[in-house]
C-alpha cells in the first residue's frame, strides 16, 4: 500500500518557496509536475490549473462509478521562505522518529497522506463517488489556488489536510485588512501656522484603536475562538525632519470570528474614525478597504465531520479532540463554495521557523483516517 513518507521526503526536497511572499522564489511547478506524474501512474484523471504561469494546481480525480457522495482532500503545495533555517531546507532529515526540512510540518506531511490515502482507497478498484486531491498553490499568500479550483470542481465533502497535531479543526478565525490615511497639510516645519502634522493626528488613531482592542477582548466571542482582535501592522509618513507630514499611512489587520463580517468590522473602524473627526480638531482620513477572508465554523453534524470523526477515533483509539485555530485556512474558502468541510492533520512543529519537522507516526495516522473517510464517505 502507498506510504506517505517517502512522498513526503520527495516533496521536501522540491522547492516551492512561494513567490508572492519571497519574490524569486521558485513556485509550485516542480512540486505540482511531481504530484501529478505519481497520481498519474494510480489511475487518477490529472487536471493541471495555470491561470496565473508558473504557478499551477493540480486536481487529481478517481471516477466514481455512480451513486456515492464526492470528497475533496485539499492540501497546498507552497511553503515559506527558507531564510535562515538551521540546516539544509531541502534536505529531508529522520531523526528520532521525526522529518525535518522546510514544508515538513506546514504542509507537506498533509500533501502525503492525503495522496497516499487517496491511493490507497482506489487501490482496488473505483468507489461510488469521487475521489478528487486538490494540491494547490498560494495558500501563503492569497490562496488564489484553491480558488481556481473551486472555479471547475466542487464536492460533497472535504477534509483540509493542514497540521493539527491529530486533533480535528472545527473553526478558524477569518481577517480583514485595512488602510487608514491620516490626512494632514504639508507646510515648512517653522509654521506651524500653515501645517496639520498628520502623524501627531495619526496617533489620536493609534490609541483609539487600541482602546477597541480591549473592548474586543473583554467580549464573550466565540465558543472555540474567543473574541476577535485588532491591531495596527504598518505605519509610514512624513518626507523629512523640516516638514509637515501631509499624510501617515496605518495598517491595519483585524482578525474575525464565526458570526463576523467585513462589513460589520469595516463599519465599527468607521465608527472610531468618525468619532475621531468629531472630536479631535483637524482629525481627516480615508480608509480603504484590502484583503479580506472569512472566518470558518463546521457544521458538526454534516456528514464528513461525523465520518472523519468516526474514523478518528477507531484510528486514535479515543475520541479526537476538537479545536479551532487562530489562523485562517483553505477551509473558508471551501465553505463560502457550498462544500462542507474541516480540518485534519499531523503532529509536529516549527511552521515558518528555523526549524520544521512533523511527527512520523502522526503522518501514518492521518493517512489511516483519510483511507479510511474516503472509503466510507464514498462508498
Not at 497540521?163 to 509654521?191: D, I, M, N, Q, Y
Not at 470570528?257 to 482629525?283: C, K, M, N
Amino acid at each position: 500500500m502507498p506510504d506517505p513518507l517517502p512522498l513526503l521526503e520527495r516533496l521536501i526536497a522540491l522547492d516551492s518557496v512561494n513567490p508572492g511572499l519571497s519574490p524569486g522564489g521558485a513556485g509550485e511547478q516542480a512540486a505540482a509536475a511531481f504530484c501529478a506524474q505519481w497520481l498519474g501512474e494510480r489511475g487518477f484523471e490529472i487536471h493541471r490549473l495555470e491561470r496565473r504561469p508558473g504557478r499551477p494546481s493540480v486536481v487529481a480525480v478517481a471516477r466514481g462509478t455512480g451513486g456515492g457522495r464526492s470528497i475533496m482532500l485539499n492540501g497546498h503545495l507552497d511553503t515559506v521562505a527558507h531564510g535562515t533555517y538551521d540546516g539544509d531546507p531541502l534536505v529531508p532529515r529522520v531523526e528520532d522518529g521525526r522529518i525535518h526540512g522546510r514544508g515538513a510540518f506546514d504542509m507537506k506531511s498533509g500533501v502525503a497522506a492525503m495522496m497516499a490515502a487517496a491511493a490507497r482507497a482506489t487501490a482496488g478498484g473505483p468507489l461510488r463517488g469521487d475521489v478528487i486531491v486538490a494540491c494547490v498553490a498560494d495558500e501563503e499568500n492569497t490562496s488564489f489556488g484553491t480558488e481556481e479550483v473551486l472555479e471547475r470542481f466542487t464536492a460533497d465533502g472535504a477534509v483540509v489536510t493542514e497540521p493539527s497535531l491529530l486533533e480535528v479543526t472545527l473553526a478558524h478565525k477569518g481577517f480583514a485588512w485595512f488602510e487608514v490615511e491620516v490626512l494632514g497639510r504639508a507646510a515648512h516645519g517653522s509654521r506651524p501656522d500653515l501645517g496639520v502634522d498628520a502623524i501627531a493626528k495619526a496617533d489620536h488613531f493609534l490609541v483609539a484603536l487600541e482602546a477597541l482592542g480591549r473592548r474586543l477582548a473583554g467580549s464573550g466571542g466565540h465558543r472555540l475562538l474567543g473574541p476577535g482582535t485588532v491591531h495596527a501592522s504598518l505605519i509610514e509618513g512624513g518626507e523629512g525632519p523640516s516638514t509637515y507630514p501631509a499624510r501617515c499611512r496605518i495598517t491595519i489587520e483585524r482578525r474575525t470570528v464565526p458570526g463576523e463580517s467585513e462589513q460589520g468590522v469595516r463599519d465599527e473602524l468607521i465608527g472610531v474614525l468618525d468619532q475621531l473627526a468629531a472630536t479631535v480638531p483637524g482629525f481627516d482620513y480615508r480608509l480603504r478597504p484590502g484583503l479580506h477572508r472569512e472566518p470558518f465554523e463546521a457544521d458538526p453534524d454534516a456528514a464528513i465531520t461525523r465520518v472523519l470523526l468516526r474514523e478518528a477515533e477507531r484510528a486514535l483509539g479515543r475520541p479526537p479532540v476538537i479545536r479551532a485555530e487562530p489562523f485562517w485556512t483553505d477551509c473558508a474558502l471551501l465553505a463560502r463554495a457550498g462544500i462542507p468541510c474541516l480540518l485534519f492533520g499531523a503532529d509536529g512543529g516549527g511552521a515558518h521557523a528555523d526549524t520544521e519537522w512533523a511527527d512520523i507516526a502522526s503522518v501514518h495516522r492521518v493517512t489511516d483516517v483519510l483511507a479510511a473517510t474516503v472509503t466510507a464517505f464514498c462508498g
